[in-house]
T-cell receptor, first 113, second 111 residues
Framework: GAGVSQSPSNKVTEKGKDVELRCDPISGHTALYWYRQRLGQGLEFLIYFQGNSAPDKSGLPSDRFSAERTGESVSTLTIQRTQQEDSAVYLC???????????FGSGTQLSVL | SQQGEEDPQALSIQEGENATMNCSYKTSINNLQWYRQNSGRGLVHLILIRSNEREKHSGRLRVTLDTSKKSSSLLITASRAADTASYFCATAPYNTDKLIFGTGTRLQVFP
């Protein structure tokens, strides 16, 4: 596809379960970002990948959160032992140039019951 | 933590009026961008202004940047009902590769 693709679009899980969210960036985009957006709020930076460089993990809220990306391909965001406070929309974005003109996916709505 | 804050938090206007949103940020930046988010989820990039630029135009959009005051404004002229959305500023802090988003302005344009 031509855009950033995220899956699943919706995920309902029970407290304590692990979840894995997937992001397919636009082909050729070397930069990839993950954000979290709670209802009615702004975007909270989580993690950033640039090519094969070490990722900037400074926004990850706890050690329950981790993300991987192989080269310039798919990225996965994993949340272990989910808590109700993790409920939010998780947005992925990619860009050709670092920190310029991000293209966003439609997000994954995560609901932790 | 949020780098930018938008003002006002919410704005309601009639079609045809102009809408002005402001963004303040905290640290030196490489560029500042504005994004739009409809009631769905994805954000769409509107315009980018670099730290050495003071004003930029794109269609009905006009963006200004004052680095001495660490502030920016987005003006939408001749607004339309379809402009109803949330608008976010995003800053690329100097010497980092992050893009940090503000708190957003919810714009409602009544027909």
């Amino acid at each position: 596809g031509a855009g950033v693709s995220q899956s699943p679009s919706n995920k309902v899980t029970e407290k304590g379960k692990d979840v894995e969210l997937r992001c397919d960036p636009i082909s050729g985009h070397t930069a990839l970002y993950w954000y979290r957006q709670r209802l009615g709020q702004g975007l909270e930076f989580l993690i950033y990948f640039q090519g094969n460089s070490a990722p900037d993990k400074s926004g990850l809220p706890s050690d329950r959160f981790s993300a991987e990306r192989t080269g310039e391909s798919v990225s996965t965001l994993t949340i272990q032992r989910t808590q109700q406070e993790d409920s939010a929309v998780y947005l992925c974005a990619s860009s050709f140039r670092t920190a310029e003109k991000l293209f966003f996916g439609s997000g994954t709505q995560l609901s932790v019951l | 933590s949020q780098q930018g804050e938008e003002d006002p938090q919410a704005l309601s206007i009639q079609e045809g009026e102009n809408a002005t949103m402001n963004c303040s940020y905290k640290t030196s930046i490489n560029n500042l961008q504005w994004y739009r988010q409809n009631s769905g989820r994805g954000l769409v990039h509107l315009i980018l202004i670099r730290s050495n630029e003071r004003e930029k135009h794109s269609g009905r959009l006009r963006v200004t940047l004052d680095t001495s005051k660490k502030s920016s404004s987005l003006l939408i002229t001749a607004s339309r009902a379809a402009d109803t959305a949330s608008y976010f500023c995003a800053t690329a802090p100097y010497n980092t590769d992050k893009l940090i988003f503000g708190t957003g302005t919810r714009l409602q344009v009544f027909p």
